[in-house]
C-alpha cells in the first residue's frame, strides 16, 4: 500500500512510521504546520507541532530513507480546532482540543489530501487497536492501557477507519522507546507532549479573556441562591473547577466549593458541594459507530468521558437520535462539550461501541 505516515516530531509517529515501512509499504512521511506563527504554539519538552518537532520528523524520515514534506494546514487547524474551542467556552461547553484535531485535521483534512493523493492509507503513532471483520473496522484499546488513546479516535467514521494504521496499538510504550533506541532514531528518549499546543503558557483562562473579553457575572450558590462572588466571564470556569474561584466567603460546612453549571447567558456560575457534583445520566447527541454498528436497545457498557480516567459502568441506549446513558454508579465533573466514549459489547469488553457529544447531564 502507498501510507502516508503521519510524523508530529515524536518517538510514537516515528516508531509508527518505520513499522510502516518494514512491513513493506511504499511510505512517504508529512509534518503538518498547524500554526502561521509557529513561535506561538508550545516548545520544548512540552511542545507539539512546533518549528523544532518538524526538525526532527525531519531526521526520523531521513533516517528510515523516506520522502519528507511539510503540509500546511495552519488556516484549517485555526478554524476547526482553535475557534471550535473558543466557541465552545462560550456557550458554557468544556471541549477536548485534542478529540476535534484527530477529527477534523488528522482523519479529515489530512486524509482527505493523501486520498486525493492517490494514497491507500494514513499511519500514525495513536495508541490503539485497529482490526477488521469482514470488512467492517473494530476500534479496540491499546495493549498499554497507561497510553491508550482509543478515546480520542472514537469520533472517527468507519471510512476513515478503513483507510488508517495504527502500528503502536500492541505495543506498551516502553518497548517503542526501546525499539527506537534500536533504530538510532533520536527521538528515543524525547519527552511526550502535554497539555495545548495553542496555548504557549498554559493558561487557558487569560487565552480565552483575551479572545472573548470580559463579561462580569456572578458567583451563586447552587444550593440557597447567595451571591458569593463575581467573575471576569463563564469561559474561565469548568464544571467540577475547585480552585480559583473567587468565592468570598467559605461554605458553612466549610468544605471545598466546586463549579456545578455555568449560564453563559446571564453569566451564573453556580457552585456547590462534591456530592452536588455527582452524575447519574447523560444525553448524548451526534452519535458516532466506528464499526457501523449502532445500539440495538439498552446496552450494559463502560462509559469514558476523559481521555484519561472518568470511567463507569453503565447501560446506554438510543432514543429519537439521541444517546441516553445511565450510570451504575455517579462520576463527578461530567459536563456538557465532552465526549461520551462507550465501550463494550460489555462492560468488560474494550471495543469502541461508539462516540457522542454530552449535551445534557442529571
Known amino acids: 500500500m502507498r501510507v502516508l505516515a503521519a510524523m508530529s516530531g515524536g518517538v510514537d509517529s516515528a516508531v509508527a512510521a518505520a513499522r510502516a515501512v518494514e512491513a513493506g509499504h511504499d511510505v512517504v512521511g508529512v509534518h503538518l504546520a498547524l500554526s502561521a506563527k509557529p513561535g506561538t504554539l508550545r516548545t520544548g519538552a512540552r511542545g507539539c507541532c512546533t518549528i523544532e518537532d518538524s526538525h526532527d520528523a525531519r531526521r526520523a524520515a531521513d533516517i528510515l530513507g523516506i520522502p519528507f514534506y511539510v503540509w500546511d494546514f495552519a488556516e484549517r487547524f485555526t478554524e476547526e480546532v482553535i475557534e471550535s474551542f473558543v466557541g465552545e467556552y462560550a456557550a458554557g461547553r468544556t471541549p477536548n482540543p485534542c478529540v476535534t484535531c484527530n477529527e477534523k485535521i488528522k482523519f479529515e483534512a489530512l486524509l482527505e489530501k493523501a486520498m486525493g493523493l492517490g494514497f491507500d492509507a494514513v499511519a500514525t503513532g495513536h495508541y490503539a487497536r485497529l482490526s477488521f471483520v469482514d470488512g467492517v473496522p473494530e476500534l479496540r484499546r491499546s495493549a498499554d492501557p497507561g497510553k491508550d488513546q482509543s478515546y480520542v479516535l472514537a469520533s472517527l467514521t468507519p471510512e476513515q477507519l478503513r483507510h488508517s494504521l495504527f502500528p503502536l496499538g500492541d505495543t506498551h510504550k516502553s518497548e517503542v522507546r526501546a525499539e527506537a533506541e534500536r533504530r538510532g532514531l533520536a527521538v528515543a528518549n524525547k519527552p511526550d507532549s502535554h497539555d495545548i499546543c495553542f496555548i504557549p503558557d498554559g493558561d487557558t483562562k487569560k487565552f480565552l479573556e483575551r479572545r472573548l473579553g470580559q463579561h462580569p457575572g456572578d ?32 461554605a458553612a460546612d466549610g468544605k471545598p466549593r466546586y463549579v456545578l453549571s455555568l449560564e453563559p447567558v446571564s453569566g451564573t456560575v453556580k457552585v456547590g458541594s462534591a456530592e452536588q457534583l455527582e452524575v447519574r445520566e447523560i444525553e448524548a447527541d451526534r452519535p458516532i459507530w466506528p464499526s457501523e454498528r449502532p445500539l440495538d436497545g439498552p446496552t450494559e457498557c463502560v462509559l469514558q468521558v476523559r481521555a484519561h480516567g472518568g470511567t463507569a459502568d453503565a447501560v446506554a441506549e438510543v432514543v429519537d437520535g439521541r444517546v441516553r446513558i445511565q450510570l451504575r454508579e455517579p462520576l463527578r465533573g461530567v459536563a456538557p462539550g465532552q465526549v461520551a466514549v462507550l465501550y463494550g459489547p460489555d462492560k468488560r469488553g474494550d471495543l469502541v461501541l461508539g462516540s457522542a457529544k454530552i449535551a445534557v447531564t442529571a
Open 219 to 250: 458567583l451563586v450558590d447552587a444550593e440557597t441562591g447567595a451571591v458569593l462572588g463575581r467573575h471576569t466571564g463563564v469561559h474561565g470556569f469548568t464544571i467540577g473547577q475547585r480552585k480559583g474561584l473567587g468565592v468570598e466567603q467559605p
